[in-house]
């Protein structure tokens, strides 16, 4: 009985089939080696993100933890008490009313605020500006007025929601109510902010170079997302943007 020869593989056979194999395992480890070093570097990423809002976080609660304490050292001065005591029974007593503007100018702490005003929280003086550092007396906006009544009723100061005109300075206030011993409000003090001159670029600021970070402060305003702040990367965007809740595409 004959049996078929088999043809031997061709010169080179072997060294074509092992440099295809090693081809191939290089390919396959460098595919793993890319895919673990992106999701590493996504986990980073996400670490970095995580620990910047953390850090945001707590400037803008170390920032309000100031204005509250601030508007509670100045009501709560006895001699603060006092003189607004006496102003409220002889308000054109002239000596009492400069030593009054003066301690309002003191609790502006240099720039820190923009204004000090003492409003009246009693009988026909309710919302009415008594005292005031600047030119002219500033007004009392919907949201501060809001913020005075809660003041009054509670035993802590309390912010003002975000106000101001459209385009122009987007204001904040923090009221205490100035109270007599017996704890009865007298009036009320107003520290007024500009959140555009320290608040909102604390929050727009990025610490690292990125051509895409982007930090909002958000508030829910009925069905609408408000965004009371210029964007960093869009600036033509209004100072008080609005997106509906229903754009499902905004990460607001």
Do not use: C
Not at 74 to 92: C, G, I, M, Q, Y
Not at 229 to 234: F, G, S, V
């Amino acid at each position: 009985m004959r049996f078929a020869k088999t043809k031997a593989p061709p010169d080179g056979f072997f060294g074509l089939l092992a440099f295809a194999i090693i081809a191939l395992a290089l390919l396959s480890g460098g595919v793993g080696f890319y895919r673990h070093k992106a999701q590493q570097i996504g986990v980073d990423q996400h670490r970095v993100i995580a620990a910047i809002g953390l850090l945001k976080s707590g400037q803008i609660q170390s920032w309000r933890k100031e204005r509250l304490a601030d508007a509670s050292a100045t009501a709560r001065k006895s001699f603060f008490r006092r003189e607004v005591r006496e102003f409220l029974r002889n308000p054109n007593n002239p000596k009492l009313r400069a030593e009054l503007q003066e301690r309002l100018q003191i609790s502006k702490k240099g720039d820190i605020y923009q204004s000090s005003l003492l409003i009246g929280v009693q009988g026909g003086l309710v919302g009415q500006v008594l005292l005031h550092t600047e030119r002219s007396a500033a007004p009392i906006d919907p949201p501060a007025r809001q913020a005075i009544a809660q003041a009054v009723a509670s035993a802590e100061p309390v912010f003002s929601d975000f106000f101001g005109p459209t385009s122009g300075s987007t204001q904040i206030d923090v009221v205490a109510a100035v109270r007599d011993a017996d704890g009865q409000p007298l009036a009320a003090v107003v520290l007024r902010s500009s959140a555009d001159a320290f608040l909102f670029p604390m929050i727009q600021d990025w610490p690292l170079p990125s051509h895409s970070a982007e930090t909002m402060l958000v508030l829910r305003a009925g069905s609408d997302a408000l965004i009371p702040h210029r964007l960093r990367h869009q600036a033509a965007t209004a100072p008080r943007w609005r997106p509906p809740l229903t754009n499902a595409a905004l990460p607001s």
